[in-house]
C-alpha cells in the first residue's frame, strides 16, 4: 500500500540535496499521535510494503530497514495480498533483528477481500481466517502481530469475533478493517458506527480527499486511529508537481520537498494516526520520514496546501 517513489519523482531537488534536508530534519523533534483505544504513541509517518517489496534484492531490504529506527519510523505495513511482500518483510526484519522496535500491520479476509465476504458458515470462515493469520505470523518470523486489519472488508462478521479473541489472547494487539473502494464506504461506516474497533486503513492523498467529509470524522467521534494509505495517489500527486518547484512557504511547516509537504498535509489532519508511503529506498525513506518531524500544517495552512495543488 501506498506505492511511492518519494520525492525521487521530482527534478528538483536533487537526491543528494535531499540527503542533506533529510539529515536537517533529523535535527527537529519526531511527532507522534496517540491509538485513541490505548493511547500509545506513533510515529505519524510510516512504510507501507506493496507489491514491490517481494521483488526487491534482500540486501537492500535490509539496508532500508536497519535505517528506519534511527530516522524514528516504527510503523511498517504489509499483507498476504502483496505478493511476496509479507514473506519478504519477515526475511527482513529477521536479518536486521528490528522486529521489536517495529509496530507490524498485517491483513486477513476471506471471501476474496473485495465485498462484504459474509459467510454462510461461520465456522469454516473462522477456520480460513485463523490459518491466514497462523501463515501471516510465520512469514514474518513472528508470534504475535501488532495491528490486524479485515483486508477491503473481506468477512468482518466472521473474522472481527476472532480478532477479538486473539487480542485476548495476546496474539495481536490491536485489529481493525481496511478499504480502498470508494463503493465500500456506506458499509465501512455502516460497520464503523456500530463496532468498537482499533484501527481503519484508508485512501487518502491531496488528490483523493474521498474519506474527508464523513469517515475521517467519524474516526474522531468513534475513538478509531487511521492509517492514511496510498498517500501520493500512486505517484500521481507527486507526478503533477514534478516541474514545480517547492514554494518558500514550505519552510514555515519545516518541509524541504513535495513529499514532504504532501505527507504533512495527511498527518495533521486531526483524525489521522499514520500515513504509510511505500518505498524500498532508503533515500526516500529518508525523505518521506523526515515529515514527521518539525513543524505540522495548521488549518489555515492545509486550506493553502489545498488550493495550491487544485491550481495547478
Not at 465456522?123 to 479485515?150: C, W, Y
Not at 476472532?162 to 460497520?191: C, H, M, N, S
Not at 520537498?257 to 489532519?269: D, R
Not at 533515500?283 to 495550491?308: F, K, Q, T, Y
Request: with cysteine.
Amino acid at each position: 500500500m501506498g506505492l511511492a517513489a518519494g520525492a525521487g519523482l521530482l527534478a528538483k531537488p536533487s537526491l543528494s540535496a535531499q540527503a542533506v534536508a533529510s539529515q536537517a530534519a533529523s535535527a527537529l523533534p519526531l511527532v507522534t499521535k496517540p491509538i485513541p483505544s490505548s493511547g500509545e504513541r506513533l510515529p505519524v509517518v510510516g512504510l507501507g510494503t506493496a507489491q514491490t517489496w517481494g521483488s526487491t534484492p534482500l540486501a537492500q531490504l535490509v539496508t532500508l530497514l536497519r535505517r528506519m529506527p534511527d530516522l524514528g519510523g516504527t510503523v511498517i505495513d504489509t499483507a498476504p495480498a502483496y505478493g511476496n511482500s509479507e514473506a519478504a518483510l519477515g526475511d527482513t526484519l529477521l536479518q536486521t533483528g528490528t522486529r521489536d522496535v517495529m509496530f507490524l500491520a498485517t491483513k486477513v479476509s476471506i471471501g476474496g477481500g473485495r465485498g462484504t465476504g459474509r459467510s454462510t458458515n461461520t465456522a469454516a470462515g473462522r477456520e480460513q481466517g485463523l490459518a491466514s493469520i497462523e501463515e501471516s505470523m510465520r512469514r514474518l518470523h513472528t508470534t504475535r502481530i501488532d495491528l490486524m486489519n479485515v483486508w477491503n472488508l473481506g468477512g468482518p462478521d466472521v473474522l472481527l469475533p476472532l480478532l477479538r479473541d486473539l487480542k485476548a489472547q495476546g496474539r495481536i494487539r490491536y485489529y481493525g478493517v481496511t478499504t480502498t473502494f470508494d463503493g465500500q464506504y456506506p458499509e465501512l461506516i455502516d460497520l464503523m458506527s456500530k463496532t468498537a474497533l482499533d484501527f481503519i486503513e484508508v485512501d487518502y492523498a491531496i488528490n483523493n480527499r474521498n474519506v474527508a467529509d464523513r469517515i475521517l470524522p467519524l474516526a474522531i467521534d468513534r475513538g478509531i486511529a487511521v492509517l492514511t494509505a496510498l498517500p501520493f495517489g500512486r505517484t500521481s500527486a507527486l507526478q503533477k508537481l514534478q516541474n514545480k518547484p517547492v514554494p518558500e512557504w514550505a519552510r514555515d511547516i519545516d518541509c524541504s520537498t513535495w513529499a514532504q509537504i504532501l505527507l504533512k498535509y495527511l498527518v495533521s489532519h486531526p483524525a489521522v494516526t499514520v500515513a504509510i508511503p511505500g518505498t524500498t529506498n532508503v533515500d526516500h525513506l529518508a525523505d518521506n520520514l523526515a515529515a514527521a518531524r518539525g513543524r505540522m500544517p495548521d488549518s489555515a495552512m492545509r486550506s493553502r496546501i489545498e488550493r495550491e495543488y487544485d491550481a495547478i
